[in-house]
């Protein structure tokens, strides 16, 4: 019986992006090089030929959404990475992916800003651009990994979801979880779920491809497999062809939203440490989940009754989960490399501003965990 020995890995934040992608299926990546990202185009670049699909350098990032779009309408698994000034270019194309329901995944790592800011920093300003970057109404999915394993789990996370409900998805990296090394150890072929789009289960003549099935998801038809419709950004009934008529277009507007809102359970992810006993709580993501955790850690050791909430899902906000934990503990303490983004949303759940204490640098460094811990103490 042959043994099969599971293999370590130095592997980079970035590098685990790109390599999860590549066994999600990806087979086109467009972007434009920007730090800290650039890594994983040119891990792509290299390894995409070798495979049978397509690397392509964008003049701009604008350019590079609306590649990806392309070859993801021409049925093929699509993706493109970038930081925050790039992600800010993209966010006209990001619209008209969610409401021509085009799948494709973009990765934002991000740095300091506003504008071009510090571009080697760490920061999490794009949280709420994240969610809300485009205008009007409009769907999104936003997965945020704390290591380089995540990186790479939730990057084919990421492809699944999208393939799956047709909607862009944001990965929201750090620089410090794009550049940070760690040994890994990957899952073997076939462990993870890989997803595809679920095709027209009709002849050309009978798809409307806007029509969604039982899952309130249309089948998607690929160009070029002889299924021809009209795609656009605007309103539009079910062939695909705009319209200005009120009942047509809220309609789609509340079915893009019920596609995600329906599916909670299966989109939003988290993790957790020590909420059984708990008191206080860290609610924490990204890097700064790694010092919260270090953080919680340290209290109990001191006696303090502490535990941690990690949201690997950021939108759709887990609001149901985090007024679970509201429900049990005195105080939540939200520390962001920003001035206060996602702690906005979780006051918005617990109810009582009072309640909800935050822990924010902007300065391009990494929150440490004697910052999370003194604020601990403090509360107790």
Known sequence: MTQVVEMARLMQGNEAVAEGALVAGVRFFAGYPITPSTEIAEIMAERLPRMGGKFIQMEDEIASLAAVIGASLAGVKSITATSGPGFSLMQENIGFAAMAEVPCVIVNVQRSGPSTGMPTAPAQGDV???????????????????????????????VNLAEKYRVPVVLLLDEVIGHL????????????????????????????????????????????DGYRYHVTGLAHDELGLPTNNPEVA???????????????????????????????????????????????????NSGIKAGLYRPLTLWPFPARRVAAVAEKVHTIIVPEMNLGQYRLEVERVVGDRDRVRGVNRVNGELITPGEILALLREVV
């Not at 990186?151 to 996370?157: C, G, M, P």
């Not at 779920?193 to 969604?212: D, F």
């Not at 359970?265 to 270090?294: F, K, N, P, Q, W």
């Open 128 to 158: 709420m651009q994240a969610r809300w970057g485009t205008h009007g109404d409009h769907p999104v999915i936003v997965l945020s990994p704390s290591s380089v394993r995540e990186a790479y789990d939730l990057t084919v996370r990421a």
């Open 181 to 224: 090394r760690e040994k890994v150890i990957l899952p073997a072929p076939g462990e993870l779920e890989i997803v595809n789009r679920k095709g027209p289960g009709v002849a050309p003549a009978g798809y409307l491809p806007y029509r969604p099935d039982e899952t309130g998801v249309p089948p998607m038809a690929n160009f070029g």
């Open 250 to 300: 809220e309609q789609l507007l509340l079915r893009l939203h019920e596609k995600i809102n329906r599916n909670l359970d299966d989109i939003i992810m988290d993790d957790s440490m020590h909420l059984e006993d708990a008191g206080v709580v860290v609610l924490a993501y990204g890097a700064t989940a790694r010092s919260a955790g270090r953080a919680v850690r340290e209290a109990r």
